[in-house]
């Protein structure tokens, strides 16, 4: 066990107990500017950020707000999956483009034009899963615009993690089966995976007891506009600075 992905995953993993993602969307670029390259962050996180949504959905399923994920899985799952198995040849950089739709969306409650701007982009929902799903699978980042499309949505605080939590770990689901195709099953499933796992589980009870339990839908909302402008920050930083 690496003490560096260790801090990493306990960081992430309470990001993702909170608001459905956060392991892949943080835990990405800090694994890359540890040193470690893309796939291997990819079977070190998607365990853990599969399984911390496997208990959220188990948890709320009832909040699940349906016709969302539906688009997800017949206009995002195939994009993901297509786009994954081209990722080791083609690299794209549009982390900064995503991180300024994110910074919008976050900034969108209190600036009336940021708010026009992203119901204008969201209305077009077809095309906004088709590039979540082309997104997450070349640069896993998609997350990031999940996020921003949920936060366009008046669900309360069960709803918007939910459906996050449901969206999110479909996408981890078929990138496991993705790479397990084509890296083969030995490559994710150890047992050092397993201790990581364990650990993002840990993680997960101990935010739902002593923050998510405490927070109203309105605080819930304003945690994740300033969690979506962080990302937008991140994502940017990301984009401009690390190779």
């Not at 940021?114 to 896993?140: A, D, P, Q």
């Amino acid at each position: 066990m690496q003490w560096d992905i260790l801090a990493t995953i306990l960081l992430t993993a309470t990001i993702q107990s909170l608001f459905g993602v956060g392991v892949l969307l943080f835990g990405t670029p800090i694994l890359l500017v540890l040193g470690y390259d893309f796939i291997t962050a990819l079977t070190i996180l998607l365990p853990i950020s599969l399984t911390i949504n496997l208990l959220q959905v188990s948890k709320d399923y009832r909040y699940i707000q349906w016709p969302f994920y539906r688009q997800i899985l017949t206009l995002s799952i195939p994009c993901v999956v297509l786009c994954l198995l081209l990722v080791t040849t083609l690299k794209l950089n549009i982390g900064s483009i995503v991180g300024l739709f994110l910074i919008v969306a976050a900034l969108k409650s209190v600036y009336g034009p940021f708010n026009r701007c992203i119901e204008s982009l969201v209305r077009y929902e077809r095309i906004y899963f088709t590039v979540m799903g082309i997104v997450h699978g070349l640069t896993n980042l998609g997350g990031s615009l999940l996020t921003a499309m949920i936060h366009s949505k008046p669900y309360d605080k069960d709803q918007t993690r939910a459906t996050t939590a449901v969206s999110y770990g479909t996408f981890a689901l078929f990138q496991l089966i993705t790479l397990s195709m084509s890296l083969g099953p030995s490559a994710i499933a150890t047992s050092t995976t397993a201790l990581y796992m364990a650990v993002g589980v840990s993680m997960f009870l101990a935010t739902e007891l002593l923050l998510y339990s405490k927070m109203s839908t309105e605080r819930y909302r304003t945690t994740f506009a300033a969690f979506l402008f962080l990302s937008g920050t991140a994502l940017i930083f990301k984009s401009l600075f690390i190779r």
